[in-house]
């Protein structure tokens, strides 16, 4: 064998112990007539001794050639350490080394393989598997491993099987673009990567195995950012006979169990918001709620003074941003400077502070008087101590320019905390949404989606107003899973598909399938996608979630490890029957 113990496991209760083992050397200490060196494998790192008096010269020659990241094998005794380390698990004890085997030599890394390191994101990327030797990355990889073992056994334990589904399936429009995949056998055809096992999981339901889930990878060729990847993973379920309370309350179960679970926390029932409320009160449909700053709506007592500004506005909205009346004229410039930034796009702020004797001083005095500025404060539940910021504009524009200003007030207090966890659903999402480009109505979520039942006869005579039977996780202001009931009558689908502008032979091309199934008696179903990533990440208390994917891509989609994607030769062009452009 290799190794008799791993690297994390040895202790005090060992001493006198003949052992074995192998792994990295993470750095030596050559004293002359010692020399220490810590091993490291995935469970920890032991303290090796070799002792000029104690072990063999040619083992002592040998340790002084040991190289960072040298792959070795030890035998020897465990002994008692003199300088004990307390804040390793195998500080205790150290091994007196009487035979090393060095299994491979290695260069010198081009960064530091330590918790804190020298190398940057870039450099990082391109040698992930010197990164994930790291403690930060082994460990973010290995709470991922706990998370998917603790959903695939409390769904197990509820009777759901897990499925796989194909990764080489059809092009359907779903919202984002298609990976396409050419078929060599079927010449001038494509396969498309899944977006989601969306139809698969309905035909499952279909099939009659009631309750369905799937760890599954999916692919979405757009835009990417740091919660982002074009290949991401997804906690898929899929439940029959059931209503949007069934799904509520099951995936509410899972997400407390892994909070108790994984973080040691309880969380109470979630809180839920509709659509309209949280866009109306946080300007997003994915509020962070583990702090306030919520809108408040100033039209009536902004308006129709002498500030052109406000007056030519749809909407006037402010938040009271706790104990910062004391910020400092060059503090609040730097805020207008940052909403004006191309990213977030506003074109000014005005600013009120709440003094704490009472009195409010704004940037726009000349227009209003205490009076009219203490009716900003009602509106948006400021109080002494507090500076109350403002935007203007269109009301969709403004109401997302002051979300991005509420986050990141949040950030800048410290008020995101990450071990603090606030979970909740939204729902009545709005069905459709009107694109003015195309001139015609998209699904907000997919065009499977059911309506809400009393919104039904919305359908003919006003379709924009009919709420959706769909519903959001959101943690700590991340959408980490949503779903919907699904539509399972053949006639309710065709219709859904000629509000989103199908023709009858585009429908049937795209979804014959699936509407030939609904024919053959669909039950009632939903279901919900979490998006495991993201899930994993925050979980672990962070924002991004590369450092809990093993190999990711970066902001370009490209895995510079391997450097993908790349050029293929002509001749398999050939094969495949495509010739570019």
């Given at each position: 064998m290799y190794r008799s113990h791993h690297c994390g496991e040895l202790n005090a209760t060992h001493i006198a112990q003949e052992v074995t083992l192998a792994g990295w050397v993470q750095k030596t200490r050559d004293?002359?007539?010692?020399?220490?060196a810590d091993l490291r494998d995935r469970y920890g790192i032991t303290q090796l001794i070799f002792d000029e008096q104690r072990t063999d010269a040619a083992v002592i020659q040998m340790a002084k050639s040991l190289g960072r990241e040298f792959v070795v094998q030890v035998k020897g005794t465990v002994i008692e350490r003199e300088s004990k380390n307390p804040n390793m698990a195998t500080g205790d004890i150290e091994i007196l080394v009487n035979e090393l085997t060095v299994l491979n030599e290695a260069q010198l890394p081009p960064f530091t393989i330590e918790d804190e390191t020298d190398g940057g994101e870039d450099l990082r990327m391109k040698y992930r598997y010197l990164d994930i030797r790291r403690n930060p990355v082994k460990n973010a990889l290995l709470f991922r491993h706990k998370v998917a073992m603790e959903v695939r056994k409390y769904l197990s334990d509820l009777d759901f099987c897990e499925v796989e589904t194909p990764y080489l399936i059809k092009s359907t429009p779903e919202g984002a673009r298609d990976?396409?995949?050419?078929?060599?056998?079927?010449?001038?055809?494509?396969y498309a990567l899944p977006q989601s096992p969306q139809t698969f999981k309905q035909l499952l339901m279909v099939g009659g195995m009631d309750k369905y889930f799937q760890i599954v990878?999916?692919?979405?060729?757009?835009?990417?950012?740091?919660?982002?990847?074009?290949e991401f993973t997804q906690?898929?379920?899929?439940?029959?006979?059931v209503e949007q309370e069934d799904i509520l309350n099951v995936f509410e179960g899972l997400t407390r169990h892994l909070l108790k679970t994984l973080r040691g926390i309880d969380v109470a029932e979630f809180p839920r918001m509709t659509y309209d409320y949280a866009m109306k009160t946080y300007g997003n449909d994915k509020p962070d709620i583990r702090f306030e700053m919520k809108f408040g709506e100033l039209n009536a007592v902004a308006q129709h003074k002498d500030f052109a500004v406000f007056n030519n506005a749809e909407m006037v909205v402010g938040i009271a941003v706790p104990g910062c009346a004391g910020y400092s004229r060059k503090e609040i410039d730097a805020l207008i400077d940052w909403v004006k930034r191309p990213q977030i796009g506003a074109l000014g702020m005005v600013y009120v502070k709440y003094e704490a004797d009472g009195?409010?001083?704004?940037?726009?005095?000349?227009?209003?008087d205490q009076d009219d500025l203490k009716k900003w404060a009602e509106a948006t539940g400021a109080k002494p101590g507090d500076l109350i910021l403002v935007l203007s504009g269109a009301a969709h524009k403004?109401?997302?320019?002051?979300?991005?200003?509420?986050?990141?007030?949040?950030?800048?207090?410290?008020?995101?905390?990450?071990?603090?966890?606030a979970p909740l659903w939204v729902v009545d999402f709005p069905l459709l949404e009107w694109d003015e480009e195309s001139g015609r109505y998209h699904a907000m979520h997919h065009p499977f989606t059911s309506p809400k039942p009393e919104d039904f006869e919305l359908i003919a005579t006003a379709p924009g107003k009919v709420r959706a039977n769909a519903y959001d996780m959101v943690l700590n202001?991340?959408?980490?899973?949503?779903?919907?009931?699904?539509?399972?009558?053949?006639?309710?689908?065709?219709?859904?598909f000629e509000l989103l502008g199908f023709t009858k032979e585009q429908a049937e091309s795209q979804f014959g399938f699936l509407m030939n199934a609904f024919q053959f008696g669909a039950p009632p179903h939903g279901g919900l996608a979490f998006g495991l990533d993201r899930l994993v990440a925050i979980l672990g208390g962070q924002e991004t979630i590369r450092d809990f994917i093993a190999f990711p891509k970066n902001n370009s989609g490209r895995d510079v490890m391997i450097d993908a994607p790349s050029v293929i030769d002509n001749g398999q062009l050939e094969e495949l029957h495509i010739r570019l452009a």
């Open positions: 004293k002359g007539f010692m020399i220490w990976f396409v995949v050419p078929s060599r056998m079927n010449e001038g055809q494509f990878k999916c692919f979405r060729d757009e835009d990417l950012r740091a919660d982002r990847q074009p906690i898929d379920c899929e439940m029959a006979f009195s409010l001083k704004s940037s726009v005095d000349k227009f209003y403004t109401r997302t320019q002051l979300s991005a200003l509420r986050m990141e007030m949040a950030t800048r207090l410290g008020l995101r905390k990450p071990d603090e966890f202001g991340n959408e980490i899973g949503g779903g919907s009931i699904r539509i399972h009558d053949k006639e309710l689908q065709a219709r859904m």
